[in-house]
């Protein structure tokens, strides 16, 4: 057996995979767009093990995220468009490209000291790509509330922002307001105001939304949990009890939690 620790290992095994008679049959079936959501999966599933710290966890989800890269380039292979070594390639050239102040003479590194010059390199190689708009380079399959902090700063950019937090926080009472009242065909849409005015917020103050929300998940899942555990405790479960001595249960669940 190949060693497996090897990167054309992998590749080989998913040559294996895409072999028509003699390859998976599942896999010979799969294309651009339907391993894309298992893609996006897997690159929630590396964030999830590193909240969680487990570096055993994080290992195997990067294998698996990398076994996408591989997987697309394969699609890409047989069709041929682009192959695994040109991927490699590319985001080579392009990290040596973005960081002159670390691959380039000593005129190079101390002229790129300056903030923000990540940002300006890779303005200036969409300037030599074909262009729509200011917001047109936020990927539209980004998480919602991800791009919507990306559509804001690349407005914010060129001056459409609000000059502090503070009038985000009257965007939002305003848009509380607006969906309170909405009739319901339109309640979906206040809705997504409102979100759209809390990831404002999160952007101000520097926040992921996505981390957080993804911690108040988590927060969430703990403490059902324990209500879960102390109804056990006496032979019942949730559907046994009731709101407010659920709610109770809630509340020392809160008061266990370290500060």
């Known amino acids: 057996m190949a060693d497996p620790r090897k990167l054309e290992t992998l590749r080989a095994i998913m040559e294996a995979l895409r072999t028509p008679v003699t390859g998976c049959p599942w896999d010979l079936e799969q294309s651009f767009e339907t391993i894309a959501p298992y893609t996006i999966e897997e690159a929630y599933e590396v964030a999830d093990a590193i909240t969680k710290g487990s570096r055993a966890e994080l290992c195997e989800e990067l294998g698996d995220l990398l076994l996408q890269v591989v997987y697309h380039s394969q699609l890409a292979s047989e069709e041929g468009s682009f192959t695994l070594d040109d991927v490699i390639e590319a985001v080579c050239k392009k990290m040596i490209r973005r960081h002159p102040h670390v691959f380039g003479d000593e005129t190079a590194r101390n002229a790129t000291l300056a903030k923000g010059f990540w940002e300006d390199n890779k303005a200036k190689e969409r300037a030599g790509k074909p262009q729509g708009g200011i917001l047109a380079s936020v990927p539209v399959g980004l998480p919602a509330l ?40 339109r309640k979906p849409e206040e809705f997504g105001d409102l979100l759209f005015a809390l990831a404002n917020v999160a952007r101000h103050m520097g926040i992921d939304p996505e981390a957080a929300v993804r911690g108040t998940n988590a927060k969430f899942e703990r403490r059902f949990a324990h209500i879960e555990q102390r109804l056990a405790e006496d032979g019942r479960g949730p559907k046994d009890s009731n709101l407010a001595e659920m709610d109770g249960l809630w509340n020392e669940a809160k008061r266990l939690e370290p500060k």
């Open 146 to 185: 991800t791009r919507a902090v990306k559509l804001q700063a690349k407005a914010a950019r060129v001056g459409f922002d609000w000059p502090s937090v503070e009038n985000v926080y009257d965007k939002i009472a305003e848009e509380l307001a607006e969906f309170r009242v909405a009739p319901d065909d």
